[in-house]
Every structure is written in C-alpha cells, then in structure tokens.
C-alpha cells in the first residue's frame, strides 16, 4: 500500500509531465516542427480525436487535425505564444489543462523578405490529454477567441 506521500509525488509528476506535454505543443506550433506536433497526438484516433481552432468547425479525426495544423504552419510566417492562466487538472489517465494563448503572430510581407505586420491575440484553450505507454498525448484542444471590450458599453450606460 501506498502513503499519501507517495501518492503526493506520483500526483505532481504527472502534473509536470502534462505540463511538459503541453508546452512541447505550443513549442512545436512555434518552431513550425509538424513532425513533432503529429507525434504530440494520440496514435491511431482516427475517430476520436478532435480539435476547434478559434473560428473554425470542429475537426474530428487524426488526419483531419493534423491537416489543419500543417494547413496553419504552411501559412503562417512566424507564432510566438505566451501561455498565462494555466491550469492543470486530472482524473486516472486523462489530464485537462485550460490556459490563456497570448499569440503573436505575422505572415508574410508584401514586398521584400522581411516578416509581415505582427498582430496579437488572445485564445482561452482547453487541452485534453490521455496517458500512453509513450507519455501523455493529446486527445483534444479547443481554443476560443478572447473579444476584445470596446468600452461601447460605458458610453451607452453613462447619463446623458
């Protein structure tokens, strides 16, 4: 049997490896390494893995996420993110980490070699992992767009 020690330590190396997990993808994303971030995936989900980039329907199936990312790689100049918020959450062999995507982001230029304008966004993400023999892999990742607040709403509110 087991102490609560134990099982304290055991809890939070698995925390650290899915937040190991985690930040492997955005680094993948960044370095536009497809190779990397298709071996991030579950293998052989050709049915239930899933992800909804912001704006997009949702994709169902390995090939069909993993045509997305590299349709986004293949498309996108340069991507820093700055992950804020992140939260780490887990039941037996399934992890959830919700987060705050601060992306930078710039295609290419209109003239020259020289990169794009840059433009920032926020994304609040959820990223659902699954234990394998391989480490966590994942199984889901949902970003939504953060709006943006016009302060619209103080001017309607505000006595004439």
């Known amino acids: 049997m087991s102490s609560p020690h134990d099982e304290h330590e055991a809890a939070a190396a698995d925390i650290q490896a899915v937040e190991q997990a985690n930040t492997a993808f955005y680094e993948a994303m960044e370095r536009g390494d497809f190779d990397e971030l298709s071996g991030l995936w579950l293998p052989g989900e050709d049915l239930t893995v899933s992800c909804v980039h912001p704006g997009w329907p949702v994709l169902t199936g390995r090939g069909e996420v993993l045509r997305s990312y590299a349709l986004i790689m293949a498309n996108t100049e ?53 234990r394998t023999s391989d480490g966590w892999k994942l199984w889901s990742h949902h970003g939504s ?13 505000s006595p004439s």
């Open 78 to 130: 340069y991507i820093q993110f700055f992950l804020t918020d992140v939260g780490v959450t887990m039941t037996d062999d399934t992890a959830l980490v919700t987060c705050t995507e601060n992306i930078l982001s710039g295609g290419p230029a209109e003239e020259g070699n020289a990169l794009g304008p840059l433009v920032g966004q926020l994304v609040v993400a959820t990223n659902v992992f699954r």
């Open 145 to 157: 767009p953060v709006l943006a607040e016009t302060g619209e709403e103080d001017d309607e509110e």
